[in-house]
């Protein structure tokens, strides 16, 4: 309902591209402790998988809507990110085949 559109998958793997890129929309709460991936990844240790259960069915962890500036400030993060060595550059997508 955030995005206003039906037909999204989840991406942990791409997350930041297709979800926040894409969509303006973040994710706000998911605890520290747990590597941001997939649930089905994450170790079989019932403590941490039972703190994000609680987190998101209390509402701590939810998708936001990132404003205009928010989104701004979320590029210039990565973009500095990117320039520092932090965060891996995004790869330019190969040109098709039947392109022009």
Partial sequence: DITGDSNIKMSYTKFHELIVERHKVDIQGWPAELKFVNPSELSDKMAPLQ??????????????????????????????????????????????????
């Fill in 51 to 100: 703190n994000l259960f609680d987190a998101l069915t209390n509402g701590a962890c939810k998708f936001i809507k990132l404003s205009a500036n928010e989104v701004k400030a979320w590029r210039d993060r990565l973009a500095a990110d990117v320039a520092a060595g932090k965060v891996a550059p995004r790869k330019p997508r190969k040109q098709r085949k039947d392109a022009g």
